[in-house]
């Protein structure tokens, strides 16, 4: 009941989400391939930019970790688990355009500490560490049950991000990284709720 309530807000609202080219496909259906490394991204860049780039970095770093507790556990669908393989796949690749990105920049891989850093962004966009920390424990049903609530909820703080960088970016290359995030998010989000029964 508690992991219920602590992930309400991030399930209601991806409700609302449509999917967009080049989401993922629905559960039977081949998953779309891992995308090919970006072109570097162009010296015309802003501070919302980096940010971005910053904590989709750490938010993808957290998604890679969420997605590999699947292929761990005993009883899980296959369906389920090369859905698992194909984003971590996706966010690696999506991570090393980033890091040589901001390499090119003269920019950190990581920013702020202060969380008030990330006020206007919604937050940091992370998973809390004890839900996972909690889900690493547990198997079969009650995992997989557990699994979908958590990464519903933590691939809706990536779309979040992904619009602010919409809104306030400047970089076309980040931009349109942000473009194809909300579209496979929303995409692996409706692909989780056919795999997973009361999603």
């Not at 995308?35 to 890679?64: E, I, K, R």
């Not at 698992?84 to 999506?94: K, L, N, S, V």
């Not at 202060?114 to 198997?139: E, I, V």
């Not at 990536?158 to 929303?186: H, Y």
């Amino acid at each position: 009941m508690k992991l219920a309530l602590v992930l309400v807000a991030g399930l209601v609202a991806l409700a609302g989400c449509g999917a967009g080219d080049g989401s993922p496909t629905t559960a039977g259906a081949p998953l779309s391939p891992v995308p090919q490394s970006a072109a570097p991204a162009s010296a015309d860049y802003n501070d919302a930019d980096v940010m971005f780039l910053q904590m989709m970095l750490a938010h993808n770093s957290q998604g890679v970790e969420i997605v590999k507790l699947v292929k761990t556990k005993q009883a899980q669908k296959q369906e389920l688990k090369d859905l698992a393989a194909a984003i971590e796949a996706t966010q690696q690749t999506e991570s090393t355009d980033m890091r040589n990105w901001l390499k090119n920049w003269g920019k950190p891989e990581t920013g702020s500490m202060d969380p008030n850093a990330h006020h206007h962004h919604g937050g940091d966009g992370l998973t809390d560490k004890g839900l996972l920390d909690a889900l690493s424990k547990k198997d079969g049903q009650e995992f997989t049950l557990d699994f979908a609530d958590i990464f519903v909820a933590h691939q809706h703080n990536g779309v979040a991000l992904a619009r602010t960088e919409l809104k306030d970016g400047k970089n076309p290359g980040s931009k349109a990284l942000a473009q194809r995030i909300m579209d496979s998010r929303t995409g692996e989000v409706q692909q989780i709720r056919t795999l997973v029964p009361g999603q």
